[in-house]
């Protein structure tokens, strides 16, 4: 699978989602004689920053050494212990991560239960200073939003796939919200794959009618529009990157450029090279007339279909 344009919650509305630190983080400092046999009933995500320790989640065994994390689901009993000669640092964030205040995002995921951060030089500075500034007995605002950052980058590395059939009461508001939203993401991931938008309308547990009604006017677009649209969304980025028209064309599956070239401004209301000199513009502190704030919007035409 393709990563995701925009990360693994691409599709899903900001305020669609809700992240709660349950306790203050736990500021790990284990020496050799450091065990612990619990379970909690909420997710554990814990990051190694020196030394190692190993674990044995749900039958199944993890040794965790820097740059690596583990997320302990909720309900999961684990048993931990130091792993190695030097003191094993880091921190464990218990949270909850809620779609629509009802579902647990975490539960709609296939993802592996450990992962090496794959920009830990990026990442390392963070999760020290997460460490660093922890209160002893509360969280703060800096905290929650370090935490998603963190987390976000977990996410990235861990995803496999969503669950074909999302949890929670057919035909209930949040329960078609969140078959959306996760139909949206699954459209998002890969873009270029022909037969995406057909798939996620045939998986969802609703009649396929009423499933693309209701997408449509949730997401502003029919799945297929959605996913043509982030075909162009996914060219811009190329564009804007320096490749040319031609090049962009292709790697967003389309042999014929003059084709590409109108249903780019159909969907982004600019030619491509248009759009390649309005960025060029932009980079120089040059806008159009009225959005000298830098806010170029592209129209969004035709969303019908």
């Known amino acids: ?29 284990h020496s050799q004689t450091w065990r612990v046999d619990k379970s909690n009933t909420v997710h554990d ?6 030394g190692g320790g190993s674990y044995v989640v749900d039958n199944a065994s993890y040794t965790l050494t820097p740059g690596d994390a583990m997320l302990i689901p909720a309900g999961s009993r684990f048993v931990g212990w ?12 218990h949270f909850t991560l809620d779609l629509f205040g009802k579902h647990d995002l ?53 995803f496999i796939a969503w669950n074909t059939q999302p949890v929670g009461a057919m035909g209930h508001a949040e329960g078609i919200s969140l078959s959306i939203m996760l139909a949206a993401t699954q ?30 006017r949730q997401i502003g677009w029919t799945p297929r529009k959605f996913q043509e649209f982030k075909r162009m969304e996914r060219a811009m980025n190329l564009l804007a990157s320096g490749k040319t028209v031609i090049e962009a064309a292709a790697l967003v599956g389309y ?35 009225g959005e000298e704030d830098g806010q170029v919007i592209y129209p969004l035409l035709d969303k019908a279909g």
């Open 82 to 93: 130091h792993a190695s000669g030097e003191a094993y640092t880091g921190i464990a964030q």
């Open 255 to 289: 042999s014929d450029v003059y084709y590409f070239s109108r249903m780019f401004k159909r969907y982004i209301g600019t030619s491509p090279s248009g759009y390649k000199l309005a960025v060029k513009e932009s980079q120089e502190g040059k806008f159009p007339r």
């Open 106 to 158: 975490l539960s709609q995921m296939h993802y592996d239960r450990v992962i090496r951060f794959s920009r830990w030089e990026l990442l390392e500075p963070v999760v020290r200073y997460y460490h660093a500034i922890a209160p002893a007995s509360s969280t703060t605002l800096l905290q929650h939003h370090l935490f998603m950052f963190i987390l976000i980058e977990f996410l990235e590395g861990a």
């Open 187 to 216: 459209i998002t991931a890969d873009p270029l794959d022909e037969n995406v938008a057909g798939r996620v309308v045939v998986q969802a547990p609703y009649n396929p009618d009423y499933f693309k009604r209701e997408f449509r």
């Open 45 to 50: 995500l814990v990051v190694c920053l020196t």
């Open 1 to 29: 699978m393709d990563k995701i344009e925009g990360g693994v919650l691409a599709g899903i509305p900001e305020n669609a989602l809700k992240l709660t630190l349950t306790r203050s983080t736990i500021k790990m400092q």
